[in-house]
């Protein structure tokens, strides 16, 4: 028997950058598609880590999309008026998401992730992917989002992993147990320790020997198949 019924596991859920595909073409990605506005580029990245930061396994409401402009505002500028919020939300969609999203229509997913969705798809396992950035069309040119009816970004609540809302958020779009649900991730910190802290089992993707507190460690998705089934 393997992990998945060793432990009454009813769902799996995925972090995408990183864990279907190399990290350092997110990175790559990112960098390029900010080349033209470094200066809001760098403040950007920093708020958005002073968040993540802040939020360190919090159970937090959700922030509506304006709240969290506003607090981007103020860590980014030291100021937060109405004009400032919709500079940077225009800003925000234009820098990051609508370049970043045009360049991922020739990622290419690990090997093995499709052979091991489809062996949970035919185990009937509920399926989902749980992201930072907005998913956009990531899955659809890795030829995977047909295994996902769950699409979730923390962006959408305005926390960023490894606060617990995103994890919460999921936990009830899959509306189970939490111990039933196997979440998938390269990060140890913001994915693993994250969803340990809101019940779920952890699985973590990583070449290094030290596990922290995941419950599976694998290498590579040939690994994973094995350890799971």
Excluded at 210 to 217: E, M, T
Aim: proline share 4%.
């Amino acid at each position: 028997m393997g992990f998945l019924e060793d432990n009454s596991i009813k769902a799996v859920a995925f972090d995408i950058d990183g864990t279907f595909y190399p990290l350092w073409k997110t990175n790559l990605r990112v960098a390029l598609a900010s080349l033209s506005s470094l200066p809001f580029a760098v403040n950007y990245n920093k708020a958005r880590q002073r968040m993540r930061t802040e939020d360190s396994f919090l159970s937090l409401p959700p922030l509506s999309e304006k709240e969290r402009g506003e607090r981007m505002c103020l860590y980014m500028w030291n100021r937060c008026n109405e004009g400032d919020i919709e500079y940077f939300l225009q800003k925000e969609k234009k820098v990051f998401f609508s370049r970043y999203e045009k360049s991922f229509s020739s990622i290419e997913a690990f090997d093995h992730v499709e052979e091991v969705l489809e062996k949970l798809k035919n185990k009937h396992m509920k399926m989902g992917v749980l992201s930072d950035f907005p998913v956009g069309t990531k899955l659809k040119a890795m030829g995977i989002d047909k295994y996902f009816p769950i699409q979730l970004s923390s962006e959408d609540w305005g926390r960023y992993k490894p606060c617990l809302t995103p994890f919460e958020m999921l936990i009830s779009k899959m509306d189970m147990d939490p111990c039933a649900i196997l979440y998938v991730g390269d990060s140890l910190r913001k994915d693993i320790e994250g969803a340990k802290r809101a019940g779920l089992k952890t699985a973590l993707l990583s070449k290094k020997e030290a596990s922290g507190s995941a419950d599976i460690v694998f290498r590579d998705w040939s690994e994973l198949d094995r350890v799971l089934f």
